[in-house]
C-alpha cells in the first residue's frame, strides 16, 4: 500500500469516526446499552443471513470478474476472483470516488498472469454492468415504490437525482472506452505525452509502440465480450445479485428484530433508493450522505427512538462490515502470492 493510500485510509477511518459521533450525539433516543440490546434481542437466523449476504457483494463481484476472464481464455480460481472482488470492496471505500478500487483489483488479476489488456477490457465490462445493475434496480424501486421515493426529503431526493445522473454518465463513458480502443489510446497517449513533458518517463517510443500493441489485444478482447450477447447477460446477472445481496443485508437485519416482510421490503426499497443517491458525493464509501438518506429513509418506518440504532446496525454490517472482511481478504490473497512467489 503506497502513502497516498495509507492517508486516505486514513482520512476514511477519521469521517467514519466523525459520522457516527455526529448521529449518535445529536440522538437523545441512542445509547450504546440499547445498541447491544438491540443485537443481543435480535434473531439469529435473520443475522446469520444478513451476514452471509454481505459477504454475497463481494463473492459475486469476485464471480464476474472469474466469469468474464474464462470467456477470454484465462480460467481463475473463485478463490482468485473473492480476492478480485475484496480488493475492489476494501480500496474503493478508502478512495474518494471509489477510484482505488479497479486498479487494486487490476493488480491481483495481473499476478494471477492475466494480461493487461484482458484485465482491462474485463474490468470495463463489469463497470458497465454494475452500472447497469444499480440503475435497473432503481428503476425498478421507482416504478414499484414510488410513494417511498416522495416520503423521503427533498435534500434527499435531490441527492437521489444527482447520483442517477452520475451513474448514467459514468455507464456511458465506460462504455464508450470499451467500445472504441482508439478512444481510450488516445487517453494513454496523452498521459504518456504529459509524463514525457514532464520528464517522469524514459523511452517513451519504446512505451508507445508496447501500448499501440496492448491496445490491440483491447481491442480484440472488447469485441469477444461485445459479441456475444449472452457473456453481457452473464456479467448483468452475476452483478444484479452483487447489487441484491447488499441491499438485502439491510431487509434482513429489519427481519432480525422482529418486523415483518412488508416492512422489510420497505426497508429494502428505501436502501435502493440510498446506493442510488450515494453516488453523487465523491467521498470515500459516501460517508455522511448516505447515512443521512437512510436516517432519513428509515422514519417512514421506525419510530423516533429506534432508527438511530437501525441505521448504525445496517450501516455498519452493510459497510463497515464489507470493508472489515475485504480487507482480511485482501491481506491474506497478498500474503498468499508473495509465499507462492518465493
Known amino acids: 500500500m503506497d502513502r497516498k493510500k495509507i492517508i486516505w485510509a486514513v482520512i476514511s477511518l477519521l469521517l467514519a469516526g466523525l459520522t457516527v459521533y455526529a448521529i449518535t450525539s445529536r440522538s437523545q433516543e441512542f445509547s450504546l446499552t440499547m445498541l447491544c440490546q438491540f443485537v443481543v434481542e ?26 468474464v476472464g474464462k470467456r477470454l481464455g484465462y480460467s481463475r480460481s473463485v478463490q482468485e476472483g473473492i480476492e478480485y472482488g475484496a480488493a475492489d470492496v476494501y480500496f474503493s471505500a478508502i478512495t474518494p470516488s471509489a477510484t482505488g478500487g479497479q486498479p487494486a483489483s487490476a493488480y491481483f488479476m495481473l499476478k494471477d498472469k492475466m494480461p493487461g489488456s484482458a484485465v482491462t477490457a474485463s474490468l470495463l465490462i463489469n463497470l458497465v454492468m454494475y452500472t447497469a445493475a444499480l440503475l435497473t434496480l432503481g428503476a425498478c424501486a421507482m416504478v414499484f415504490g414510488f410513494p417511498v421515493f416522495l416520503k423521503f426529503s427533498l435534500v434527499s431526493r435531490a441527492f437521489i437525482g444527482v447520483g442517477c445522473l452520475v451513474l448514467l454518465g459514468f455507464g456511458i463513458m465506460f462504455y464508450l472506452l470499451l467500445r472504441k480502443a482508439e478512444l481510450l489510446e488516445r487517453i494513454a497517449n496523452w498521459f504518456l505525452h504529459l509524463l514525457e ?10 512505451r508507445r509502440e508496447k501500448l499501440e500493441h496492448a491496445m490491440q489485444e483491447f481491442g480484440e478482447c472488447s469485441k469477444i465480450i461485445l459479441g456475444k450477447g449472452h457473456i453481457l447477460l452473464e456479467l448483468f446477472f452475476w452483478n444484479v445479485m452483487q447489487r441484491l445481496s447488499q441491499l438485502a443485508v439491510s431487509m434482513f437485519l429489519f427481519l432480525a ?56 446496525l445496517c450501516r455498519g454490517v ?25
Not at 439469529?44 to 464476474?64: D, H, N, Q, R, Y
Not at 452493510?318 to 518465493?342: M, N, Q
Request: net charge positive; charged share 20%; hydrophobic share 50%.
Open 197 to 206: 513533458r514532464m520528464h517522469m518517463v524514459r523511452r517513451a517510443k519504446k
Open 257 to 312: 428484530t422482529g418486523r415483518d416482510m412488508r416492512d422489510a421490503l420497505h426497508v429494502l426499497t428505501i436502501q435502493c433508493f440510498v446506493a442510488l443517491g450515494s453516488n453523487c458525493a465523491p467521498i470515500p464509501g459516501a460517508m455522511g450522505v448516505a447515512d443521512y438518506m437512510m436516517i432519513d429513509g428509515l422514519r417512514q418506518v421506525l419510530g423516533k427512538s429506534e432508527v438511530v440504532n437501525m441505521e448504525l
Open 318 to 342: 452493510t459497510f463497515y462490515g464489507s470493508v472489515v472482511c475485504g480487507l482480511v481478504i485482501v491481506v491474506i490473497g497478498y500474503i498468499r502470492r508473495k509465499v507462492k512467489e518465493r
Open 42 to 67: 435480535a434473531k439469529k437466523g435473520w443475522l446469520v443471513l444478513a451476514v452471509i449476504s454481505m459477504f454475497g457483494f463481494i463473492f459475486f463481484e469476485g464471480m464476474a470478474l472469474v466469469r
